[in-house]
């Protein structure tokens, strides 16, 4: 038994249910959530290098046999996504705590706020573990369930609109999720993924089809797919901002994970998948489309967002080892540098009073320091080199023009098209925020909401977490070397099961120190 | 596990079709219904993916072999659980809804409106020239 396992989804729960006896206790209650998140983070730097060197690490819940229990798996991909997910959750929390502490309206949500949040981790942590379709289903469940009190925790006419749009979709894919399940148990007697990998390859063609097809569709709207997207830039920029951050780049790359994971290990192909393909032409083209056309800043990285899904479909959708390198490295840097981009979109939003793009100017004299912030993580996201952008795009250009067949020179092409575009809407966004003559609140007139003038400084844990954020991208470019050899290793393991299957169905391993 | 009972079949197809298309209704209240009837509608799914109805599985009270599978029925329990818990959150955000804008309609898309009003701006002017 390998008890690490289950700390990065114990842990928060337990501190979820701590949170909401002692929120009471000021200074406890504000303590309690970093304390943990830093404890996760030791775990899941644990298990990658455990992972990493002993192959994947399994504990079965309650030693039950295996097919029957709950098992928890902590391979390559898996600890890897765990490590830099829990960075952005630390980050994000102690932006948060930042501005409850200096934005006396936020007081009133704490008794909430804490353990939804910490739940909301515990579920992203438990996604990434999960060994078996349903036990991904309570994870990706108890994640939602936390988003949606996030997301209209300070409720306005604005947040509870969009709240509905986001709960009843993201409920309807959870609910087909359910029937997935009950299909794929139908049909093989069994819900863990590594007995399904042996057992799914013996059924009818059609069936296999069908279900692969329904599994696509219920990750296709978590990960805001085109046409499944349309929820995602109508709910996430209504949220509180620390929340939006957290949502864009953790809920969406769970989607994609758990698409990674089943494809990869339920419908292996032996070569590149064609509808995905054009799925992810199409993820790509909308999606920069609508960013390009927005005027309000977090809805255009909104639009952003589901467009750079599109590369990570096309990573998977390769079916080769170094697609799904690239899809990997691709995560990585995604989740670092949108949830950097969203904080620093927060601070400008509240610098500035206002989100409309065309109402801000003139920053970059009153704020240097955000414009820097605001720069490093745009580049990044654009593609330029040497930032993780860079790294990561050419190693899924590389992966699609080794591909060789019309389709893959296709989405060679739209994804390089697509970088372009991206650059070119932030850097339109950078000449209307930050040239300029100064404008709006940044310009010393009286700003809409007196909370919003205050100086987004009265609090060093903003840009501190901010900074923080923006550092680890820039850190995912310079150790873009070793992360490169790991990505590698995770996607042979994807590409190659065995290790996987016999890891978890091998009975109990002894492993960990 | 090749077993198909016409008459569950018929019930989960019913409760999908249902469902869904409530929905897509405007209402708030007929969504929160239809999630409501959705929600049934793959909790039986569940059971039915367990094959037929057999003893209760309790050690003791019946053969293994005459056992039905308790496995789909807890998976059902957990489904049950969480639908239901959304269920009230869905009740109550629509509550909150209806305590904002004083009605529980689906908003219009408001980029969708401003299209409209723009190509119905275009209109006019084409015919007032």
Redesign the interface.
């Known amino acids: 038994m390998n008890v690490l396992l289950a700390v990065p989804v114990l842990l928060p729960v337990l501190a979820a249910g701590s949170a909401m006896v002692l929120a009471r206790f000021r200074l406890t209650s504000l303590l309690l959530g970093p304390v943990i998140l830093l404890a996760v983070l030791g775990t899941a730097i644990a298990l990658l290098v455990l992972a990493d060197q002993h192959g994947p690490l399994v504990v079965q819940v309650g030693d039950w046999p295996v097919p ?1 229990g709950i098992t928890l798996v902590a391979d390559r991909l898996s600890a890897l996504l765990l490590v830099v997910s829990t960075v952005v959750t630390l980050a994000v929390l102690l932006f948060a705590l930042g501005q409850r502490v200096t934005e006396t309206r936020y007081r009133v949500f704490v008794p909430v706020f804490h353990p939804s949040y910490l739940l909301l981790v515990a579920g992203i942590n438990l996604a990434f573990l999960a060994g078996d379709l ?1 036990n991904l289903f ?1 994870a990706i ?1 108890m994640m939602l ?1 936390a988003s ?2 996030l997301i ?1 925790l300070d ?3 604005v947040r ?2 969009a ?3 986001y ?2 979709s993201s ?2 894919s959870s ?1 087909l999720f ?2 997935a ?3 794929v ?5 069994t ?1 863990n993924l590594a007995d399904l990998s042996a057992k799914l390859a013996a059924l009818p063609v059609g069936l296999r089809a069908a279900l692969a097809l329904l599994l696509l569709v219920v990750f296709g709207i978590k990960a805001a797919m085109v046409p499944l997207h349309f929820w995602l830039p ?1 709910s996430y920029p209504t949220a509180p901002a620390p929340i939006t951050a957290v949502l864009a780049a953790l809920l969406t790359k769970v989607g994609v994970y758990a698409m990674l994971r089943t494809q990869t290990l339920l419908f292996p192909r032996p070569d590149f998948w064609p509808l995905l393909l054009v799925l992810a032409l199409a993820t790509m083209a909308v999606g920069i489309m609508g960013a390009i056309a927005q005027d309000d800043i977090n809805r255009m990285l909104s639009f952003i967002l589901v467009s750079h899904i599109g590369f990570l479909l096309l990573g998977l959708a390769l079916f080769n080892v170094a697609g799904l390198t690239g899809a990997i490295l691709y995560m990585i840097h995604h989740i670092t540098a949108l949830a950097a981009m969203f904080l620093v979109s927060a601070l400008i939003v509240w610098r500035a009073g206002t989100s409309a793009m065309r109402e801000m100017g003139g920053l970059v004299r009153t704020d240097p320091g955000l414009a820097a912030l605001f720069s490093l993580p745009a580049m990044s996201l654009a593609g330029l080199p040497p930032l993780s952008g860079f790294v990561a795009k050419f190693a899924l250009l590389r992966a699609s023009v080794d591909a060789a067949a019309v389709l893959t020179y296709t989405l060679a092409v739209a994804a390089v098209l697509t970088s372009l575009l991206t650059l070119y809407a932030l850097g339109r966004a950078w000449s209307r925020i930050f040239w300029g003559e100064p404008r709006g609140a940044s310009a010393g007139r009286e700003a809409p909401d007196k909370l919003k003038a205050r100086t987004w400084m009265s609090s060093p844990l903003l840009p501190g977490a901010t900074a923080v954020l923006v550092a680890s991208g820039v850190l995912v470019a310079v150790l873009a070397g070793p992360l490169t050899g790991l990505s590698q290793r995770a996607a042979a393991d994807l590409a190659n099961p065995q290790q996987y299957r016999s890891a978890v169905l091998g009975g109990e391993r002894d492993g960990g120190p | ?1 090749s077993y198909l009972d016409l008459t569950m079949a018929v019930a989960v197809a019913g409760l999908y079709a249902v469902g869904f298309l409530l ?1 897509l209704e405007r209402s ?1 209240m007929r ?1 929160v219904l239809g ?1 409501i009837v ?2 049934h509608g ?2 039986l ?2 059971l ?4 037929p109805p057999g003893a209760v599985p309790i050690l003791g009270l019946a053969e293994p072999a005459a056992m039905a ?1 308790p ?2 029925q807890a ?1 059902a329990l ?2 049950i659980v ?2 239901f ?2 269920t009230t ?2 009740l109550a ?2 509550y ?2 209806w305590t ?2 004083g009605h529980d309609e ?2 219009d ?1 408001i980029e969708d409106r401003r299209l409209e009003s723009a190509e119905h701006r275009r209109q006019r002017e084409r015919e007032l020239a």
């Open positions: 029957i349903f309570v469940e369930a949606y009190v209209t409720p306005t006419t509870v609109i709240g509905m749009t709960t009843v409920l309807t609910l359910l029937t399940i009950g299909l148990y139908a049909a093989t007697g819900v109508d | 596990m929905l708030l969504v999630f959705l929600g793959t909790n799914l569940l039915v993916a367990g094959g599978d496995l789909p998976m957990t489904a969480i639908t818990g959304l959150f869905l955000l629509a909150r809804s904002f804008t689906v908003r898309d």
